[in-house]
Every structure is written in C-alpha cells, then in structure tokens.
C-alpha cells in the first residue's frame, strides 16, 4: 500500500506535463546542430556481415570503422575509401 508520501507530486522533481523542463529545453535549442556531409553516397548494400577473417563487412567490403564513421567523415575520406574499395575485393 502506497503512504501518502508517494501520493504527493514533489514539484521539484516531477517533470512538466510535456515531459522536459523549460531550461532543459533552452539547453538543448543552443547546442549547435551537428551537420552531416551527405553528398557521397554510402556503399552499403543491406548485408551486413562482418567476415572474422578479414574484418570486411562482406556486403560493402568497409571495416567496421569505417561503417562507424560514415555518418562523421568528410567527402574526401569518404570518397578515398569508396576509392580503396575495388582492391579489396
């Protein structure tokens, strides 16, 4: 059975009805907005496996590094390891 302590909200730390809390908010809207290069496409064909021999995903034939940071590389890394890609097949 619940006391009546749990029954209460504490207005400190029950959070607003939207779920965030106005200076969370305001935190959140001036951190600076990460931009991602999209204009090299990803190799990515949809199998991804990692071979243990190798450490190649066998689909794209990228290390699992390289998958990683995809999403954070510049277009030149990008486009030298879309370029190393043939001779590791």
């Not at 969370?24 to 190799?43: E, I, M, N, Y």
């Not at 949809?46 to 066998?58: F, K």
């Not at 277009?75 to 879309?82: D, F, N, S, T, V």
Request: net charge positive.
């Amino acid at each position: 059975m619940a006391d009546e302590k749990d029954r209460k909200a504490d207005p400190e730390t029950t959070p607003p009805e939207d779920g965030e809390a106005p200076a969370q908010r305001l935190r959140r809207r001036a951190r600076p907005q990460r931009v991602f290069d999209t204009s090299v496409p990803s190799p990515c064909i949809a199998v991804c496996q990692v071979d243990p021999r190798s450490d190649l995903c066998i689909g794209c034939r990228r290390h699992i590094d390289e998958i990683r940071d995809w999403p954070i590389m510049t277009a030149e890394q990008k486009r030298a390891i879309l370029a190393a890609l043939p001779a590791r097949r």
